[in-house]
């Protein structure tokens, strides 16, 4: 089962317009991530935002979560051709570090 | 610092033939995990290591699948017999340790197709 889903499934934007994902999760977590995956560079993770952190900044990317919501958005700024990829949130579940992921948003950023 | 290495990249099996996968992960990373990425989901974790022993493997299916770690760096990854169902993405990654606190590094996975 999937701990994540990200809405919307799917994306399409023209270069230098912001993008924004949204991720819901089920149970508590202690934090979620943010990977992104293209043909190019595979799975790559882009940001960790803790439980007790409300906003993070990273670059062109603005985190945001709500654990009272159990949501998280991922906000692209002025977006560009290369951010073309699927994203993926993702929360630790149990003890260790076992990602759970969620089925992910495709974004397609037009020249 | 190099990367998660996978290998093969592609590789095209027949149903009920087996198939074996490798991974070297991040030299001084103690944590390996296998997922299997079926096309137009997420990963799904099938089996994490912690040094040599297994800590999570409750969604591998054992019928079919096995992995090993042996001493505690390189994995290998093996279906026998496969499955149609099988056909997916496996990616291997690896991460310093195993609390949730820490990020995973994955390779570039190998793309099996069972026909």
């Known amino acids: 089962s999937q701990q994540g889903e990200e809405d919307p499934q799917a994306l399409s934007i023209q270069e230098g317009e912001n993008a924004t994902m949204n991720c819901s999760y089920k149970?508590?977590?202690?934090?979620l991530q943010w990977y992104r995956q293209n043909s190019g560079r595979g799975l790559v993770h882009l940001i960790l935002?803790?439980?007790?952190?409300r906003e993070k900044h990273s670059g062109r990317l603005r985190v945001t979560l709500d654990t009272s919501k159990k949501s998280s958005s991922l906000l692209i700024t002025a977006s560009r051709a290369a951010d073309t990829a699927s994203y993926f949130c993702?929360?630790?579940?149990?003890?260790?570090?076992?990602?759970?992921f969620g089925a992910g948003t495709r974004l397609a950023v037009h020249p | 610092e190099a990367g998660v290495a996978q290998s093969p990249r592609y590789k095209i099996i027949e149903k009920r033939q087996s198939v074996a996968f490798w991974c070297n992960p991040i030299?001084?990373?103690?944590?390996l995990y296998w997922y299997q990425q079926i096309l137009g989901q997420g990963p799904k974790l099938l089996i994490q290591?912690?040094?040599?022993?297994?800590?999570?493997d409750s969604q591998l299916p054992k019928d079919r699948f096995s992995a090993e770690r042996l001493k505690g760096v390189d994995s290998t990854l093996k279906i026998q017999p496969a499955k149609l169902e099988d056909s997916a993405v496996y990616l291997c990654?690896?991460?310093?340790?195993?609390?949730?606190?820490?990020?995973?590094?994955f390779g570039p996975g190998t793309r099996l197709t069972v026909t």
């Open positions: 990654a690896s991460s310093f340790g195993g609390v949730p606190s820490y990020e995973q590094y």
């Open positions: 149970t508590s977590i202690n934090n």
């Open positions: 935002i803790r439980s007790n952190e």
């Open positions: 993702a929360s630790p579940s149990g003890g260790y570090n076992k990602l759970i």
């Open positions: 030299s001084g990373h103690a944590t």
């Open positions: 290591f912690q040094n040599n022993g297994v800590v999570d």
